[in-house]
């Protein structure tokens, strides 16, 4: 009874130590650990950004439409007179927000089809497969422009067209880990103690085949951040007058030869966003990937 | 050898179309089983019912849906994408009448690129701590994470409104296809640039190329014959994965220039609410899409034998 105590111990001990070595890895990315700040930064303005905007974004002043940055509109008013400063924070929650949760939903559906597809097999991994091809046969913003088209415009429609557009490719990934691990000795012991199949997925199969799921994460947020905000510059996402970073350039555009602030800070701001994803991306993937985990131990 | 190569054709090719078609019935039971009804949607909020029954009518949405569903397929089928709703026109003549442009603005783009990108792979590769390097990673950066539409704003800026050197939109001359065409190569060139680099990389380390200097080849034959040679083949494949993506219509940069091609045609008909000019034009980059992947696939088997006998294996 004791050593079995100590034997728990000191794998909870090695895990913690994977997560420790993890974490430095992570952070000796100067890059990346910067990006990380960025990303809680905008998450907690997507939070609290209406309660720290200078003015209301909805209130508009047509005696101060299109007026460049001063001191009281830092980053200049809009094309109504609406302060931008105030839209790009309370329009956090909407792009920011939006393509973080339609993220985690599609890659929350696609991991569990890629579990049931891979571990499965036989019919369920037919069916699953041949669907998941179509979609992939699909580019991103095609179906996320068709699915908006047919649902119409609001935020569920828009959380429902990037978690599909971006499920597929989790589905794939999922699926081809599971096949590497489904045959490994604690899988097949598992099995063999008559653990329940869902039981083996989730607890067993599923902790050894997150690490690319966490990755590809990081990248998909930043390009749901693009897509998202495309859409609203098509005039396709949220309707008007949410301020939407990507719709604020939609419609600020007409004004670009007089006023073309406007366009440059909501378009710098989902620069800045997605660079950032995209950076802890490859700090993730640096620290989680085992094989470039070695290589850089070796240095 | 031959037998098995033509046997993974067929396969690949029989896959094609089974994507195909099955994209197409996804799409249609999407349309039809989600919350919303299509023919309101198109009619806008302020219109009658009477007019969303016209609209139901005309799209022969009334009709039970296996009917609907026979009608779909069988206009498939014959090519026939149906008619369109604001022009009066077949979709095909509308969707003909538009791709020149985008064949042209695709091409022309990524010619940019590959001037620009190849060059500045290979010299990226064989100096990898020099300025050129690091342009490269830079811009392979910004390429995946910056907005288009945004940069696309920001070049007309800069070119048409402060410099007043290209015109901003439309198509009337050569030069309105110059901007369009920067925008999309700014991001074709980031990623092309990245793919060589790896390429040329791999090939520099790989073990013909080893021996290829212990020999004491000249670098300059070393690096024509035995590098560049090799890393061609990687470099060729995003580039036709590249120009199929451009050809299924730039929607975004398309649009943000107003250059009559298929990506804004498909946005003017949603702005229209012309559903079955959209339907066609959506299922019609699809279709472009399976078809360049699978010639893509095809072309690789063909090239590279290595390849061949993987891609055989698998299947």
Redesign the interface.
Known sequence: MEGKVALLDRIREAKRRRLKEQWNVFKSNRLAYLSLFILLFIALIAIIGPLIAPHDPYEFDLSKARSPPSLEHPLGADELGRDILSRILVGARYTFGVSIVSVMVGASIGTLLGLISGYKGGLWDTVIQ??N???L???T??LA???V????QGVHSLVIAIAVSSMPVYVRLVRASVLQVASEDYVVAARMLGLSEWRIMVKHILPNVIAPVIVQLSYHM?LAV?VA??LG????GVPPPTPEW?AM??SG?IY??SS?HI??FP?LV??VT??A???VGDGLRESLDPRVRALLRRW | MVSSLSTYLFYRFLQAI???F??MI??FF??RI???D?AR?LAGPEASEEDVAKIREALGLNKPIYEQFFIYLTSILRGDLGTSIKYGTPVVNEILARLPYTIALALVAEAIAVIIAIPLGVLAALKPRSMLSYIASLLS??G???????VG??L??IFA?ELRLLPSSGADSPKHIILPALTLAFFLTGNLARMTKAAVLEALSSNHVVTAIAKGLPFSKILVRHVLRVSLIPILTIISLQLG?LL?GA??TE??FAWPGIGSL??DS??YRDYVL?QGI?MF??GV??LL?LLTDIAYALVDPRIRDVLWRVR
């Open positions: 041949r669907v091809d179509v979609l046969a699909f580019p913003i095609l422009i068709a699915l088209a047919f649902l119409g930043g693009l905000s495309a510059f098509l005039g396709l990507g350039i939609g555009r670009l030869f073309p366009v440059f378009g989902i620069s997605v660079i994803f995209n950076m | 089974v994507t195909f099955g994209a996804l799409f999407i349309v989600l919350p919303g299509p949607i950066i910004l995946t994470s910056l907005p288009v539409f945004w704003l920001m007309i800026f409104v993506a299924g929607i975004i649009t943000v498909l946005v949603l702005f959209a959506i980059i699809v899409f399976i992947n």
